[in-house]
C-alpha cells in the first residue's frame, strides 16, 4: 500500500558528490519519519540519516559533515546529498518511510535499494 521508489545512485570518483532521491506513495495518511540506510557487502545495514518525530535530524557518525538529509513534506519525498564521498561510503543505499495508512494501521517501507559505489 506504500511505494517507494529511489534515484540518484551511481559511481563516482572519491571526493565527488552524489544526490539520492526516495518518493513515498500510497494511501499514507502521515508520515512519522523518513530516512537512509545503507549495506555494504559483508555487513549489516546501517543508519546513514533520518528525519525523527520533532524535525531532528540524526547521522552515523562516518557522514556528519558529509552528508546532508532533506525532506519535502508535501511531496513526501526525502534525499540525502553525499558530499566528499570515500570509498568506505560504497554500498547499496535504502530509503525507509515510517508512518500510518489512511485506514489507520502504522507501516513501515523500504525501497528497492540503490547502488553507491566510489572508486578510490
Known amino acids: 500500500q506504500v511505494q517507494l521508489v529511489e534515484s540518484g545512485g551511481g559511481l563516482v570518483q572519491a571526493g565527488g558528490s552524489l544526490r539520492l532521491s526516495c518518493v513515498a506513495s500510497?494511501?499514507?495518511?502521515?508520515?512519522?519519519?523518513m530516512g537512509w540506510y545503507r549495506q555494504a557487502p559483508g555487513k549489516q545495514r546501517e543508519l546513514v540519516a533520518r528525519f525523527i518525530s520533532g524535525g531532528e535530524t540524526i547521522y552515523v557518525d562516518s557522514v556528519k559533515d558529509r552528508f546532508t538529509i532533506s525532506r519535502d513534506s508535501a511531496k513526501n519525498t526525502v534525499a540525502l546529498q553525499m558530499n566528499s564521498l570515500k570509498p568506505e561510503d560504497t554500498a547499496v543505499y535504502y530509503c525507509?518511510?515510517?508512518?500510518?495508512?489512511?485506514?489507520?494501521?502504522?507501516?513501515?517501507?523500504w525501497g528497492q535499494g540503490t547502488q553507491v559505489t566510489v572508486s578510490s
Open positions: 500510497g494511501s499514507i495518511f502521515s508520515i512519522n519519519a
Open positions: 525507509n518511510v515510517d508512518g500510518r495508512l489512511q485506514i489507520g494501521s502504522s507501516f513501515s517501507a
